[in-house]
């Protein structure tokens, strides 16, 4: 097979963020976004969960049914449950091989999926009713 001609870019330029896999960019990609994202949603959780310590469940439920609550606790817990899961995703490829490197990759997606499915079922609950 011949080479589709001279290239400009050098060796180091082709191979630079590819990972051992090539997909080792994508998930430190993620991880990194996700950590910046997490900051301010984690600042504005608090804060909400600090406003909701002296309130009734009724109070606390009034505070959850308006938009701009009930989207920073599904942003915060959606990205925290997608952090989890990239980072959890990085530990196993790094630690298992084989079988049970499979199977760890499709129980840590099934727990990731359940959890922010349980989440996100919960808040929306709480903001509709």
């Not at 997909?23 to 600042?43: D, K, M, N």
Request: with cysteine; aromatic share 6%; proline share 5%.
């Amino acid at each position: 097979m011949t080479s589709p001609g001279p290239s400009l870019r050098t060796p180091l330029s082709r191979v630079r963020y590819l990972g051992a896999a090539r997909l080792g960019s994508e998930a430190a990609w993620r991880l990194q976004v996700t950590s910046v994202a997490l900051i301010p949603l984690t600042v504005l959780f608090v804060w909400l969960v600090l406003y909701l310590l002296h309130l009734d469940y009724s109070g606390v439920r009034a505070t959850l049914s308006h938009p701009l609550p009930a989207i920073v606790v599904l942003a915060f817990v959606l990205t925290g449950v997608a952090h989890m899961h990239v980072g959890m995703r990085a530990i196993v490829d790094d630690y298992l091989i084989g079988h049970a490197r499979e199977r760890a990759i499709i129980a840590n997606a099934l727990v990731c999926g359940i959890l922010a499915l349980a989440c996100a079922y919960a808040a929306l609950r709480i903001g509709l009713s």
